[in-house]
């Protein structure tokens, strides 16, 4: 199965998770890295012959996390990431570790009018933050959208709100339609704040209930569109190929 499918699989075992918690979007990212090892070759060569390594939740205070692609690193090759961007990290025999590729993983389960502008605000925040420290960074980011139109959020208090978990039909299309515009990054020279490749994985997922499934007609992104999972993957090849695949 590829990651999208691999996720909802994930979803439909852990029914009732906090789509703010971390293990889920861990899951993900590694899922997301396997997928593109095995498609993309100078990414899939450099993971066999120890060049890369996966650091999940790679901070400046030392906080990690292990994932099932994840190896020991020591405090000299601390990242200047934020703690909750995971990272694609070059070793190299000589110089400093640098991370050719980075991850972020947002949602949008419900409450689709106030979620969407500030998901859309964190992928630019999370762009600038990486290419502001590393400006030949691959910056990833996927955007996981709920299409359900009822969904139950186990925060306690969003439960105890009257509107909770109530989502209008065309909320979702909204969405999509939003991060479908958002500009991308084709060199280190453009904009800081533009991520160079996004993924929108939609799915309907009630909260309650291990029926979640993708979401791959209208108005998700068909295979092969802009935003959709193999254009993502073929877009971080690329560009890894561009920038770092001749080192």
Same mark, same amino acid.
């Given at each position: 199965?590829?990651?999208p499918e691999e996720y909802v699989a994930w979803i439909n075992e852990h029914v009732g998770f906090n789509p703010r918690g971390q =293990?889920?979007?861990?899951?993900? =990212?590694? *899922?997301i890295v396997a997928d593109l090892a095995g498609r993309c070759p100078p990414v899939g060569?450099?993971?066999?012959?120890?060049?890369?390594?996966? *650091?999940?939740n790679v901070g400046i205070n030392g906080v990690r996390h292990s994932s099932p692609l994840a190896l020991p690193i020591t405090g000299a090759e601390d990242l200047d990431l934020d703690p909750n961007i995971d990272g694609v990290v070059l070793r190299t025999a000589t110089g400093?570790? =640098?991370s050719p590729l980075t991850l972020e993983n947002k949602t949008v389960m419900t409450a689709h009018g106030k979620a969407r502008t500030n998901r859309f605000n964190d992928a630019r925040a999370y762009a600038s933050h990486v290419h502001t420290a590393s400006p030949s960074t691959v910056a990833g980011f996927t955007i996981v959208i709920n299409t359900a139109l009822r969904y139950r959020n186990p925060d306690a208090f969003a439960r105890s709100a009257a509107s909770s978990g109530t989502n209008r039909p065309g909320d979702a299309a909204k969405t999509i339609g939003l991060f479908r515009r958002l500009?991308?990054?084709?060199?280190?020279?453009?904009?800081?704040?533009?991520?160079?490749?996004?993924?929108?994985?939609?799915?309907?997922y009630d909260g309650e209930t291990p029926s979640a499934r993708l979401i791959e007609a209208d108005p998700a992104p068909r295979a092969g569109d802009p935003f959709s999972y193999d254009w993502f993957l073929d877009r971080l090849c690329s560009l890894f190929r561009q920038r770092f695949a001749a080192r």
């Open positions: 199965m590829s990651a =293990t889920h979007s861990d899951f993900l =990212t590694a *899922r060569s450099d993971f066999r012959d120890g060049h890369l390594l996966l *650091r999940q400093p570790v =640098t500009p991308l990054r084709e060199m280190p020279a453009d904009p800081a704040s533009r991520c160079e490749a996004v993924l929108i994985l939609a799915i309907d």
